[in-house]
């Protein structure tokens, strides 16, 4: 009988493509997707990818590195959504109170599509240069839906509010935390027109 031949020399079996930066990100992607962001690892991306783990590193500089490419993808994946609707939406003639309801269900459509990434959406476990411009992307998006035009401490006061809103409502149906029979859609519509009836808004 023929032996089994093992693949020992670190390289990408003949079916797995291009090996190159890009493709190991977009394997730690897919892998974050599937499982969730922590349980990203080097043995995982080298498994899916067909090589030995010490190769991954001919193409990144640790896990960090990838978690950080991870969290700038997250933010910008989110800020494209998001921007998305909001030119939609101001196309078609919509005002600030509907903006913010697109921002919203977009918010909440991002966090259960994406799910395993989108704790590196709260805090970024490594801060780089391209994390910082994908989060400078998602403050403008939520500046355009308030109205405003710079950063000042109302606006720092109703996105943080927004955010923290939207975060603990997200968490919650992920983990299935609400599990009382009264519809969930419409707590989610209860909380959004809450948000939007603030005198200070």
Same mark, same amino acid.
């Not at 933010?75 to 196309?91: D, F, M, P, Q, S």
């Given at each position: 009988?023929?032996?089994?031949? &093992? =693949? &020992? ?38 498994? #899916? ?9 001919? +193409? ?12 700038? #993808? ?16 101001? @196309? ?8 913010? #309801? ?5 918010? @909440?459509?991002?966090?259960?599509? =994406? ?12 801060? !780089?240069?391209? +994390?910082?411009?994908?989060?400078? @992307? ?15 401490? &109302?606006?720092? +006061?109703?996105?943080?509010?927004? @955010?923290?809103?939207? +975060?603990?409502?997200? !968490?919650?149906?992920?983990? &299935? ?9 419409? !707590?989610?519509?209860?909380? !959004? ?9």
């Amino acid at each position: 009988m023929a032996k089994k031949i &093992k =693949h &020992k020399t670190g390289r990408p079996k003949a079916s797995s493509g291009v090996l190159n930066r890009q493709s190991v990100i977009d394997v730690s992607w897919e892998i974050a997707n599937e499982i969730g962001a922590k349980e990203v690892s080097i043995k995982l991306i080298a498994e #899916r990818l067909g090589i030995r783990s010490p190769s991954v590193y001919n +193409h990144v500089t640790d896990l960090s590195d990838i978690v950080g490419e991870l969290s700038a #993808r997250a933010g910008n994946l989110l800020a494209e959504n998001l921007e998305n609707v909001l030119e939609e939406g101001t @196309r078609s003639g919509l005002k600030k109170k509907e903006k913010i #309801r697109l921002l919203f269900r977009e918010y @909440r459509n991002f966090a259960r599509n =994406h799910y395993g990434v989108y704790s590196l959406l709260i805090a970024a476990p490594v801060a !780089t240069e391209s +994390h910082r411009l994908a989060a400078e @992307r998602i403050l403008s998006v939520c500046l355009n839906a308030f109205d405003s035009d710079r950063l000042d401490k &109302k606006a720092i +006061h109703e996105i943080r509010i927004m @955010r923290s809103i939207l +975060h603990g409502f997200v !968490t919650l149906e992920k983990e &299935k935390g609400f599990g009382l029979p009264e519809s969930v859609e419409e !707590t989610f519509e209860i909380l !959004t027109e809450g948000f939007i009836a603030r005198e200070w808004l």
